[in-house]
Antibody
Framework: QVQLQQWGAGLLKPSETLSLTCVVY????????WTWIRQPPGKGLEWIGE???????KYNPSLKSRVTISVDTSKNQFSLKLTSVTAADTAVYYC????????WGPGTLVTVSS | QSVLTQSPSASGTPGQRVTISCSGS????????VYWYQQLPGTAPKLLIY???QRPSGVPDRFSGSKSGTSASLAISGLRAEDEADYYC???????????FGGGTKLTVL
């Protein structure tokens, strides 16, 4: 059973860079896309982007200029960076396995506030 | 404003059958598989239906999915109190080159 654990800073100031990492336990990164999704408080889900184990990426066009997703196969983990954050980026950020999003991390609340 | 349209709420009594709909367009639902997720309060979403009508291992057969044209539906039969949750549909959008979600439907079990 694959488990995803994620970590990163939970409180940021406007203009800072959000940085989150998701480590995969009980399975390999190979053969899947690995995805980041976010959910503002009380709102719906938004796809941020995804990366294959080989490093091929797809990003949400609305965030593309600020997003970088990377993968480290040696550590069985993948990461999200979102630059120039504002209050609108306040959300629970989830990592998930596959384009089907078959397995999810527990989520990390990231709050952007001055 | 979500690309996929879902009714904000739905309700039913225990034992009833309820249906949650998801409406899109030719560039998303009309040409790609639909996925459904269940989000219980305070938890991460969980995959409920994949590729329009397939259930992952462990998902009860009370949950079923269907797709017709540019719309999709999730049906829950034999409604139970623990089914009270938010439900989201999702699919790939060829025009946006992005995965898109519905706004979510909050299911209340009366």
């Amino acid at each position: 059973q694959v488990q995803l654990q994620q970590w990163g800073a939970g409180l940021l100031k406007p203009s800072e860079t959000l940085s989150l990492t998701c480590v995969v336990y009980g399975g390999s990164l190979s053969g899947y896309y690995w995805t980041w999704i976010r959910q503002p408080p009380g709102k719906g889900l938004e796809w941020i982007g995804e990366i294959s184990h080989r490093g091929s990426t797809k990003y949400n066009p609305s965030l593309k200029s600020r997003v970088t997703i990377s993968v480290d196969t040696s550590k069985n983990q993948f990461s999200l960076k979102l630059t120039s954050v504002t209050a609108a980026d306040t959300a629970v950020y989830y990592c998930a396995r596959g384009e089907e999003l078959g397995d999810w991390g527990p989520g990390t609340l990231v709050t952007v506030s001055s | 404003q979500s690309v996929l349209t879902q009714s904000p709420s739905a309700s039913g009594t225990p034992g009833q059958r309820v249906t949650i709909s998801c409406s899109g367009s030719s560039s998303n639902i009309g040409s790609n598989y639909v996925y459904w997720y269940q989000q219980l309060p305070g938890t991460a979403p969980k995959l409920l239906i994949y590729k329009n009508n397939q259930r992952p291992s462990g998902v009860p057969d009370r949950f079923s999915g269907s797709k017709s044209g540019t719309s999709a539906s999730l049906a829950i039969s034999g409604l139970r109190a623990e089914d009270e949750a938010d439900y989201y549909c999702a699919t790939w959008d060829d025009s946006l080159s992005a995965w898109v979600f519905g706004g979510g439907t909050k299911l209340t079990v009366l």
